[in-house]
């Protein structure tokens, strides 16, 4: 047995995020505010990896993430490896991709929008989404175009 498919295994319910760029692993555990959450979790990061040259692998027991948690992640990290957990086996496994359009999850950039003003839901087009790539967003109120990666997540 190899040592990535031990730490996926060692998990008995919960959640593995996997693939995750070395440079964003922390940003997702903010994110995500792991430090908030009880039960065990196991944060590795700078792992060999084929895809990306290095990795960080989440493994979190008895959490399980909501889609709207999913594209958060999404949005900074495109194709990180989702694996959900149940019972000692991996019951879904998908590369994180993120819809058409994003709704209420990003505050836009442009301080002359009207989202900034007003007491309304963000929405944006989720413009280019390149294997591997940042996703670009374009607000659908003011056009501000925002990469992925340097949005302010609300
Ligand atoms: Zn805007």
């Known amino acids: 047995m190899n040592k990535k498919k031990m730490l996926v295994e060692a998990i008995c319910d919960g959640t593995v995020l996997d693939h995750i760029p070395s440079d964003k692993l922390f940003k997702i555990v903010s994110l995500l505010q792991l430090e908030q959450i009880q039960s ?17 692998i989440i493994k979190i027991n008895d959490r399980f993430f909501s889609e709207n948690e999913l594209n958060r992640i999404a949005i900074l990290a495109p194709n ?30 442009n301080a002359k929008c009207i989202t900034n003003a007003e007491p309304m ?3 944006f087009t989720v413009e280019a989404h390149t294997e591997g790539g940042a996703p670009i967003l374009e607000c659908r109120y003011c056009s501000r175009k925002v990469l992925g990666e340097q949005v302010e997540l609300l």
């Open 80 to 109: 990180v490896r989702h694996n959900v957990i149940r019972g000692y086996k991996v019951v879904e496994k998908r590369n994180l991709s993120l819809p058409d359009e994003v709704v209420g999850l990003v505050r836009c950039p």
């Open 40 to 56: 065990p979790i196991t944060i590795a990061n700078n792992l060999e990896s084929g895809r990306c040259k290095q990795k960080g």
């Open 121 to 123: 839901a963000t929405r």
